[in-house]
């Protein structure tokens, strides 16, 4: 079945930065956007990032804009998120999802398969 894996959350001193990973199996990794969210306690989940299939195209939300690379490995089926400058308002369990399409979107509808999270907690 379907897997997404994510890892390399932890907590940080703001202005620092961390580096996620999302380990995919049991799909074609070339059929699928890849995008990271985001979701804070009594909030809704927000989009971070996506990457498109070849990874040439890549999206950001607002907070992330300037701040955060996303990334793909097509080869090792993995995607990063790397996160510099981090706020204590980045603070929010970080999901990666994939989109069976060549872009990637913002909205978590469109998504069909997601992992667990990664809790990320930026102190300030």
């Known amino acids: 079945q379907v897997q997404l894996v994510e890892s390399g959350g932890g907590l940080v001193q703001a202005g620092g930065s961390l580096r996620l990973s999302c380990a995919a199996s049991g799909l074609t990794f070339t059929d699928y956007a890849m995008g990271w969210f985001r979701q804070a306690p009594g909030e809704e989940r927000e989009f971070a990032a996506a990457v498109s299939r070849t990874g040439h195209m890549t999206y950001y939300g607002s907070s992330a804009e300037g701040r955060f690379t996303i990334s793909r490995d097509n080869a090792k089926n993995t995607v990063n998120l790397q996160m510099n400058s981090l706020k204590p308002e980045d603070t929010a369990v970080y999901y990666c999802?994939?989109?069976?399409?060549?872009?990637?979107?913002?909205?978590?509808?469109?998504?069909?398969?997601w992992g667990q999270g990664t809790q990320v907690t930026v102190s300030s």
């Open positions: 999802a994939a989109d069976r399409a060549n872009l990637g979107s913002s909205d978590y509808n469109d998504y069909d398969y």
